[in-house]
C-alpha cells in the first residue's frame, strides 16, 4: 500500500449519480429532449419573429409545408407550419405555448414539490405534528381532485383577473391549484424517509453536540432525503403539464388569446377533420415533452439508487 | 378482520363529513348567482322569493345540514319507494338542479350506465391486457418483448388521453371512417346490427382508456413479479423439480397478484375522474360530461353532489383495497 496510488480526485456523489445516469439510455434521449424543447420555446421568439397573436387574415388557414408538397393546396414558406382561421402563424403559437406551458409546469411542480417537503419533513422531524399531518395529508388524498381543480378554476377565475390582469391571475391561479393538489406524495415519501434518517447515528451525533432543529433539518435531514424528492420532482413536471393542458382541453383554463399548448389543441378539435396538424403538432408537443421527463424521473431512479449505482 | 373493518367503516364517516364540508364551503365562494340569467324586469322582492325557492334563503349550516339530510335520508327513501313500492319519503324535498329543475339523482341514474359502460369496461380490458404483459415482461426480463412493453407503457402515461383520442379519431374516424368520432347515446342494442354499432362506437374511447390503464397496471405487475422472482421459494420450488409453469404461474403469479389487486382497487375511482377528459373527447354524455356542464352552469347542487359521489367512491375503494390485501396476505395482521 504506497501514497501514490490512493491519491485520487475528490468525487462528489454527484458525478457517481451523473456516471449512471449516463448508462440509461431513454433518460438521455429524453434529457437531450428536454433541453432541446427548452431552448426552442426560449430562443424560438428571437429567430421566429412572427407574433403569435398576429393576425393575417389574407392568409388564413395555410396548410403546412409537408401537406403543400404532395397535394395542391394552399400553403406557404413564410408559414411553414400553416396558420389557424384567423390567420395566426402555427408555428410561433406552438413557441409562445411551450413557454406558458413549460413556465406552469416548473412553478406548480416546485410549489408542490416545497409544500410536500414542508410537511413531510415536519411529520417526520416532529412526532407531536406527525398523526395530525398525515390525517390531514389521507384527507386531502381522498379528496376527488380534478373536480376539485375545475370547481377552483372557476371560482376564482374573475376575482384574480381583476387583481392580476388576465394572463398572470390565471397563471398563479392554476400554479397554485395544482401546486396544492399534488404535494400528498412527496409528503408521504419525504416522511417516510425523515423517518429512518432520524434515526441514524449521525444524526444522533449531531444532536448530542447540541445541533438546533432548523440546522438539524438543513444540514442534516434535507440533504439526504434529496433523492427521492428529485425522483419525485420529474414525477411532479410531468404531471403539472398535463393537468395544465387537462384543464385547458376542458375549456377552464388560460383565455383564447393566451395559447398554451392544451389550449391550441382544444381550439382546433373543431376542426381536425380538415386541418389535424393543428390537433397534432400540440399534442405532440406536450407527449414528447411529458415522455422525456418521465425517461428522465425513471434514469434518475436508477441513478440515485446506491444498490445499482455500484455495479 | 371485522373490527377492522368496522372500525374503518366508522372513521370513514367522519372523512365523507369533512369532505362534504370542504366541497360545500369551496361551492359557497361562487361567485356565480344562478339568478344571475333572470330578466331585470323581474321586482326585486319575487327575486327575493325565487332564491327562497332555489333554497338560498338560510345561512350556509342549514342549508349544508339539508343537503346532507336530502343526501343521506330522502334520496335512499325514494329508491326504497321505487324499488319496493313503499311510501317512506311521503313526498319530501330531494336535491333538485338548478339547471333542469329535476331531481338530480334522476339525472345521475340516467348518465350512469353510459359511463360504467365505457368506463368500466375500459378498465377491465386495461386489466386484462396488463396482468399477461407484466408477466412475461419480468419473466423475460430486459428482452425484445419487455423493452417494447416498457416503451409502450412509458408512452401509454406519458400521452394525455385528450391527445390519444383525437388522434384515433383523425385517424380511424376521418381518414379510414371505420368507427364513428361520436358516442350515440340514443342507440338501443336490439338486434345484431345495433350491437355491432355498439361495438363500434365504443371501440375507440374504450381503448384510449385501456391503454392509459394498461400502461400504469402493467408496471406494477412487472416490479411485483420481478420482486418475487428473485425469492427463495422460487429457487425451492424449481428445486424440488417442479415445471416452470407451475412454478411461475401458481407460486410466483399468486403472490404478486397481492399488491396488484390493491392497486388495481385503489386506480378505480381515478378512472371515473380520468373519465372526465374522455367523455369529453369523444362526445359520451356520461357522468363526467354532467359534471363539466355543471361547473359551467353554476349548477352548484348537481356539482356538490356529483363530486361528493367521487369522494364517496375513493374512500370506498381505499378501504376496499386495505381489506383485499389483509385478506389476500395472511402476514398482514390488522388486529
Redesign the interface.
Known amino acids: 500500500m504506497t501514497d501514490t496510488t490512493s491519491v485520487q480526485r475528490v468525487r462528489s456523489q454527484w458525478w457517481d449519480v451523473w456516471d449512471q445516469f449516463k448508462t440509461h439510455k431513454?433518460a438521455m434521449i429524453g434529457l437531450a429532449f428536454l433541453i432541446f424543447i427548452t431552448l426552442f420555446v426560449l430562443l424560438g421568439p428571437y429567430i421566429w419573429r412572427i407574433d403569435a397573436t398576429a393576425l393575417d387574415i389574407r392568409n388564413k388557414d395555410l396548410r403546412p409545408f409537408y401537406v403543400g408538397f404532395f397535394s395542391d393546396v394552399k400553403w406557404s414558406w413564410s408559414h411553414p407550419l400553416g396558420t389557424d382561421n384567423l390567420g395566426r402563424d402555427i408555428l410561433a403559437n406552438l413557441i409562445q405555448g411551450g413557454q406558458i406551458s413549460l413556465a406552469v409546469g416548473w412553478t406548480a411542480m416546485v410549489i408542490s414539490l416545497v409544500l410536500g417537503t414542508f410537511i413531510g419533513v415536519l411529520a417526520g422531524y416532529f412526532r407531536a405534528l406527525d398523526g395530525l399531518l398525515m390525517r390531514f395529508t389521507?384527507?386531502v388524498?381522498?379528496?376527488?381532485?380534478?373536480?376539485?381543480l375545475?370547481?377552483?378554476m372557476?371560482?376564482f377565475r374573475?376575482?384574480l383577473r381583476a387583481a392580476f390582469g388576465p394572463e398572470t391571475g390565471i397563471f398563479i391561479l392554476i400554479v397554485t391549484g395544482i401546486g396544492i393538489t399534488s404535494w400528498m406524495h412527496t409528503a408521504r415519501i419525504v416522511r417516510g424517509d425523515v423517518l429512518a434518517i432520524k434515526e441514524r447515528e449521525f444524526v444522533l451525533a449531531a444532536r448530542s453536540i447540541g445541533t438546533p432543529s432548523r440546522r438539524m433539518i438543513t444540514r442534516h435531514l434535507l440533504p439526504n432525503v434529496m433523492s427521492p424528492i428529485m425522483v419525485s420532482a420529474t414525477l411532479g413536471l410531468?404531471s403539472a403539464i398535463?393537468t395544465e393542458?387537462?384543464l385547458s382541453?376542458?375549456?377552464?383554463g388560460f383565455p383564447s388569446d393566451f395559447p398554451t399548448w392544451?389550449k391550441i389543441?382544444f381550439d382546433s378539435?373543431a376542426r381536425?377533420?380538415v386541418f389535424?396538424e393543428r390537433?397534432?403538432w400540440p399534442?405532440l408537443c406536450?407527449?414528447l415533452t411529458?415522455?422525456s421527463v418521465?425517461?428522465i424521473g425513471?434514469g434518475l431512479r436508477d441513478a440515485l439508487d446506491p444498490r445499482i449505482r455500484g455495479l | 378482520m371485522l373490527t377492522f373493518t368496522i372500525r374503518r367503516l366508522l372513521l370513514s364517516i367522519p372523512?365523507l363529513l369533512?369532505?362534504a364540508l370542504?366541497?360545500f364551503l369551496?361551492?359557497e365562494?361562487?361567485?356565480?348567482d344562478p339568478m344571475a340569467e333572470m330578466p331585470l324586469t323581474i321586482p326585486p322582492e319575487v327575486k327575493e322569493k325565487m332564491r327562497e325557492a332555489l333554497g338560498l334563503g338560510q345561512p350556509w349550516y342549514v342549508r349544508f345540514y339539508l343537503w346532507l339530510y336530502q343526501f343521506f335520508i330522502v334520496e335512499p327513501q325514494y329508491w326504497i319507494d321505487a324499488l319496493f313500492g313503499t311510501d317512506f319519503a311521503q313526498g319530501a324535498q330531494r336535491i333538485i338542479s338548478f339547471q333542469s329543475r329535476s331531481p338530480v339523482f334522476d339525472t345521475i341514474g340516467e348518465r350512469l350506465p353510459q359511463t360504467l359502460w365505457v368506463v368500466g369496461m375500459s378498465y377491465v380490458v386495461g386489466v386484462i391486457l396488463a396482468i399477461p404483459i407484466g408477466i412475461i415482461s419480468a419473466y423475460r426480463q430486459y428482452s425484445i418483448f419487455d423493452q417494447i412493453g416498457t416503451l409502450i407503457s412509458?408512452?401509454g402515461?406519458?400521452?394525455?388521453t385528450?391527445?390519444t383520442g383525437?388522434?384515433l379519431?383523425?385517424i380511424f374516424s376521418?381518414h379510414l371512417g371505420w368507427f364513428p368520432s361520436i358516442y350515440d347515446t340514443t342507440l338501443e342494442v336490439t338486434d345484431w346490427t345495433s350491437f355491432k354499432m355498439q361495438l363500434r362506437q365504443m371501440a375507440m374511447p374504450v381503448f384510449v382508456l385501456a391503454l392509459y390503464n394498461a400502461a400504469q397496471i402493467s408496471r406494477y405487475m412487472r416490479a411485483s413479479m420481478l420482486d418475487n422472482l428473485g425469492q427463495d421459494y422460487v429457487r425451492t420450488a424449481r428445486a424440488k423439480g417442479m415445471t416452470e409453469k407451475v412454478v411461475v404461474l401458481k407460486h410466483v403469479l399468486r403472490n404478486s397478484m397481492i399488491p396488484v389487486v390493491t392497486v388495481i382497487a385503489l386506480g378505480v375511482?381515478q378512472v371515473f375522474?380520468?373519465a372526465?377528459?374522455t367523455e369529453?373527447?369523444f362526445k359520451v354524455n356520461g357522468l363526467g360530461q354532467l359534471?363539466?356542464v355543471a361547473?359551467?352552469g353554476n349548477d352548484i347542487p348537481m356539482?356538490m353532489t356529483?363530486?361528493f359521489i367521487?369522494?364517496i367512491l375513493?374512500?370506498l375503494f381505499?378501504l376496499i383495497a386495505d381489506i383485499l390485501y389483509g385478506v389476500l396476505d395472511p402476514r398482514i395482521r390488522y388486529d
Open positions: 431513454g389521507d384527507l388524498l381522498a379528496l376527488p381532485l380534478l373536480p376539485l375545475l370547481v377552483m372557476l371560482l374573475d376575482p410531468a398535463i393542458s387537462a382541453f376542458l375549456g377552464l392544451g389543441l378539435v381536425m377533420a389535424p390537433v397534432i399534442g406536450i407527449s411529458v415522455l418521465n425517461y425513471d | 372523512t369533512f369532505i370542504v366541497i369551496l361551492l365562494l361562487a361567485p356565480g412509458m408512452i402515461f406519458s400521452v394525455p385528450f391527445f383525437v388522434l379519431i383523425v376521418v375511482p375522474g380520468g372526465i377528459i369529453q373527447v359534471l363539466i361547473i359551467h356539482v356529483l363530486t367521487f369522494a375513493i374512500v381505499n
